[in-house]
DNA sequence: GCACAATGAACCATAATATGGAATCTTTGT
DNA sequence: ACAAAGATTCCATATTATGGTTCATTGTGC
């Protein structure tokens, strides 16, 4: 039973989801076995979603998003529509574990923070949008760099803290135990007591679009690191499938 | 009157369009203004349009384009929207004039031809998209040169015809006149016989993204250059306004 | 601080729309 | 030539969407 007079609307809407959303574009019939309509009422509102521009139809009778969202897609800046997507990710990390929670992409050669949720402690981290952080001893940076998406350097890192790797072997070595893992850890090395881990968010392509990761004092985070390593992994991957990234099915041929 | 059985989706449809197209956020006032409903339907299908995520509300009232445009956004190559959206003004230009009809972009320092609408005629022009065409020489090209999408050669250029612009100092001072015109043209610089006019497409930002241009044989196309200039001109501007462009207007402070 | 206007949501009697089974049409396969 | 499948159209009627009215909240002017 829809809301007070709204079950057309409710109907359509329902239709037009599982076409812009669909990995197929699907066809009459997929769209009415899967939403359970008569075939005459799905018929009525995708012609009414056609006419519309919401809907469009290819020459063999499957649906795809229609002018109307490529109108839209042509007018907005991809990566706002990427920071809205990802909203809810960074809140659900942020309910889950009350950290500073942050996304991270790469640009040209640096790391760029394009979101943030704070923490809600009072013992918390600063707020990173503005902050210019070296990508070798941020756990964002880590995952971008094992990610090839910036380039690794080869001369000597800048020691921030004792614990900051500065050999540039030393730390491709450690990047091939980010990429074994899924996931990053920054302990001590951007400032001593300040720990991070983040993970890899993988777009429909295949490959890595951007980072995901929480960061906090090392009290917090030091003793809950396998625990916090798989959760920022999980969320990574929903925020993942969220993008139309399909992981590799285990027994594929 | 709508279509039979749709009126509820038809008007759901316009308040959607209306906030997926604004210059501006639209509030509730200015969508119950311009669709002339009254504010209890207004507002009860608004409200189901925000539960099925097709718009979002801000904290100040005013709506916009909801999460599912931005899922949208995030699994699409943006180009495809874009040469979607541009396919109607090729068309028109196709069925106004009968030419070859071509959509271009600047790719690092090249020109890339990414539609085509073939001629009507028998005597038309080859498929350019599999075609790698010096820039200089093409109307499209010029058109990238003067918006500073590709940088303009400071040495000698390859000489195609004897009528293709060789001298860099000359092809500059030619690129200022396609700036003050509006317009490139191309009279038998990359092939004796084939002429060719192509106008700049303006995104929203202002800037230059694409050519859009036609070609044909002299016979066919000399005699008509100023009709063809105007016409190429306005059909790219009105493709400008597609992708959210707003002219400078007159007379504006 | 108060009166009033503006905004937007909720209510509900009822007008009129959306429904969906059946019929029909078109295309494809045998 | 005929059957099957897919999709659209028709139309009696069940049910929904409508919109005037009311209400709650917020903003503004005095």
Redesign the pocket.
């Known amino acids: ?12 809407a329902e239709l037009l989801s599982l076409v812009v959303l669909a990995d197929e574009p699907p ?4 769209l ?1 076995s899967d939403t359970g ?11 009414a979603l056609e006419r519309h521009r919401l809907v469009r ?1 290819d020459g063999e ?1 499957a649906y795809g998003a229609g002018p109307l969202f490529a109108a839209y897609a042509s007018r907005h800046d991809p990566i706002d529509d990427f920071i809205a997507l990802a909203q809810p990710t960074l809140e659900r990390i942020s309910a889950a574990t009350g950290e500073t929670v942050n996304l991270a992409v790469a640009r040209g050669q640096d790391v760029t923070q394009v979101a943030q949720v704070d923490s809600t402690y009072l013992l918390g981290t600063t707020n990173w949008l503005d902050v210019d952080v070296p990508a070798h001893c941020s756990a964002l940076g880590k995952v971008l760099y094992a990610a090839g998406l910036i380039p690794v350097p080869n001369r000597t890192l800048e020691a921030r803290t004792p614990h900051t790797i500065t050999d540039p072997r030393k730390f491709r070595r450690h990047l091939d135990t980010v990429r074994a893992k899924g996931f990053a850890q920054a302990l001590g090395e951007l400032e001593i007591g300040l720990d991070a881990v983040a993970a890899p968010v993988i777009g429909r392509s295949g490959d890595v679009v951007a980072a995901v990761g929480l960061s906090g004092p090392s009290g917090r985070i030091k003793n809950k690191l396998p625990q916090l390593g798989s959760l920022i992994k999980e969320h990574a991957q929903a925020l993942s499938s969220v993008l139309g990234h399909q992981p590799r099915k285990e027994g594929a041929a």
């Open positions: 039973m829809s809301a007070n007079g709204t079950q057309a609307i409710d109907r359509a066809d009459f019939g997929h009415v309509l008569p075939k005459s009422t799905a018929s009525r509102l995708l012609q139809r009778g």
